[in-house]
């Protein structure tokens, strides 16, 4: 697949008329702290790459843009998390972050200077709708975001924007519990369509959520991320249920991103022409070892992290895997729910960090604690065999390459 300019955007085809999208992306804040641009420009001049191949750079609205209550902005489920004592180790919060919010035209510059051609970032939602629909539209949120996406344009620079990275306005959770209720599904779709409206003309690559997969565990089950619901052994949490929330969560997500794809495909993707998809977290599970038992458990913690979102998605239902196991606690999609996501996507984007090893849990004993409950697929998943890493350790330590 090319975009309007003929690049090639690295796209594999597949034959159900939705693609895999592999964009090269760097990660941007260590290079802009710590990297000379002529130096990383000379690096970039070894690869083998086509002209047409997109190189880009990616960031996430709250921990880029700062300026948290400027201009109108209201508060996020991560703004109230990071100021609530003892949430965050060190204390820090994102109310300045790297101060995208204002020093974005010298950020644009230096991806400039290095031969960058595209970039991935979030729209914060409660920088659009403070209240999300109990308010007015915030139109110094609308302003900062086109000036954004303008000098992007103006550098060639193609804008790759997700609508929600974790991020939500903090109002939704107090109204109604976020994403535990079904009725965040149409305040998602009012807030996409206001954002497809304002920039979509310029946008051309939308996605409806970043690690959809990795929220939902993190906030529902281990409880590490705003709500910061769980229940025991999986987290130590006030309220919560990690067993059966992190799928109502998950189902709630999966009908939001229908309902925005159906709206940009209803309003707008004729007009204006662009992409619409959702960005995974795609880790790969390896059998610990050659019995088939542990190979039907990769593939169950597949169906169990990945598989979870995108089978709704493009085969309308949940893996048969997940149903079997998990029987009444995994939610039911209707007969409008499957209609509406009949209209799937056109792109997955996939985030790629490491790779686990995994052991069987329903022939073997597995010691609790290990990932390996009933809601994770009868699964034990491991960075370590014989006491050795998957891959080599990283400087953070919790991600083998």
């Not at 002209?51 to 902005?73: T, V």
């Not at 109204?175 to 920039?199: H, M, T, V």
């Amino acid at each position: 697949m090319r975009d309007s300019e003929g690049r090639a955007l690295l796209i594999m085809e597949l034959p159900s008329n939705f693609q895999v999208m592999f964009l090269l992306v760097l990660i941007f804040v260590p290079l802009c702290v710590s990297s000379h641009p002529e130096t990383l420009q000379e690096s970039f001049d070894h690869f083998s790459l086509p002209d047409n191949f997109l190189f880009g750079m990616a960031s996430s609205s709250y921990q880029f843009e700062g300026s948290y209550l400027s201009d109108g902005k209201g508060l996020s489920n991560w703004d109230r998390h990071t100021h609530t004592p003892g949430k965050i180790i060190d204390g820090s919060n994102g109310d300045i972050a790297a101060d995208q919010y204002h020093l974005y035209p010298e950020d644009i510059d230096l991806m400039d200077s290095l031969g960058i051609d595209s970039y991935r970032f979030s729209i914060s939602w409660a920088r659009i709708l403070p209240r999300g629909r109990f308010g007015d539209i915030n139109k110094a949120g609308i302003s900062y975001y086109n000036k954004l996406i303008d000098s992007l344009v103006l550098k060639g620079i193609q804008p790759f924007v997700t609508l929600v990275h974790y991020d939500i306005p903090e109002e939704l959770e107090e109204r109604y519990g976020g994403w535990l209720s079904p009725r965040c599904q149409e305040d998602f779709g009012y807030y996409a369509d206001i954002c497809f409206k304002n920039f979509g003309d310029r946008v051309k690559y939308w996605t409806t959520f970043n690690e959809p997969n990795i929220q939902t565990i993190k906030s529902y089950r281990s409880g590490e991320y705003p709500p910061c619901r769980c229940s025991s052994p999986f987290g130590n949490c006030t309220h919560g249920d990690s067993e059966k929330e992190p799928f109502i969560a998950a189902h709630n997500m999966i009908l939001a991103h229908a309902t925005a794809v159906d709206v940009y495909r209803t309003k707008y993707q004729k007009e204006q022409g662009g992409n619409i998809g959702i960005v995974l977290d795609c880790m790969w599970f390896e059998q610990i070892s050659n019995s088939t038992a542990d190979k039907l458990a990769a593939d169950r913690a597949q169906d169990f992290f990945l598989n979870w979102f995108l089978d709704p998605i493009i085969f309308g239902n949940y893996p048969a895997e997940m149903s079997k196991i998990l029987g009444s606690t995994l939610p039911k999609f209707s007969s409008n729910d499957k209609e509406k996501l009949k209209n799937g996507l056109d792109f997955i984007g996939i985030n790629h960090y490491t790779s686990e090893y995994v052991q069987d849990c329903i022939f073997s004993v597995c010691e609790p604690g290990t990932g390996a409950s009933r809601t994770e697929g009868l699964a034990r998943r491991s960075q370590e065999k014989d006491g050795a890493p998957i891959g080599i350790p990283e400087w953070r330590r919790w991600l083998p390459i």
